[in-house]
């Protein structure tokens, strides 16, 4: 394992970081002790979130390496997914409870209205997935 990484209280905050981790080569730092990078499983790219191997919250797996002098936009949120819409109207629903134990279940966010008829599936992050694509283009990953 790398022993010469980037120490938390070192890292910028949606600063872009080449890393040594389990998954990514490429991480966007959240502020926190979590990377956002782009990971391929199963011959799918996604945006998904490593932590910092001193992390005292989670087992971290990240050994940032170098600053690329970069940072994420502030208008791009530092998350995997937006939330979660319904499959075929495409409006945003969350969950409550299950209706077993008094709750509302899916329901849809603009009007509040529970509907067992909702497909929800996870909004991802675009312009996070786009932004760090070409992280990964302009600095060979």
Same mark, same amino acid.
């Given at each position: ?8 209280? *070192? ?5 872009? @970081?080449?890393?040594? #981790? &389990? ?8 502020? *926190? #002790? ?5 990971? *391929?499983?199963?011959?799918? &790219?996604?945006?998904?979130? *490593?932590?910092? &191997?001193? #992390? ?10 170098? @600053? ?22 495409? &409006? ?15 329901y849809y966010l603009d009007d509040g209205k529970a509907d067992q008829n909702i497909r929800p599936v996870a909004v991802g992050n675009p312009e996070l997935f786009n932004f760090m ?9």
């Open positions: 394992m790398k022993t010469d990484y980037i120490k938390i209280p *070192e890292c910028i905050n949606r600063g872009v @970081y080449k890393i040594y #981790s &389990r998954n990514l080569a490429f991480g966007a730092f959240n502020g *926190e #002790s979590g990377f956002l990078g782009i990971r *391929e499983k199963f011959g799918q &790219r996604y945006i998904f979130t *490593e932590y910092h &191997r001193d #992390s005292s919250e989670t087992y971290g797996t990240v050994n940032p390496i170098e @600053y690329l002098g970069l940072n994420v936009p502030d208008n791009i949120p530092l998350v995997e997914y937006l939330g979660s819409q319904d499959q075929i109207t495409k &409006r945003a629903v969350e969950f409550d409870s299950p209706v077993s134990e008094g709750g509302k279940g899916w694509d070409q992280v990964e283009k302009n600095h060979g990953g």
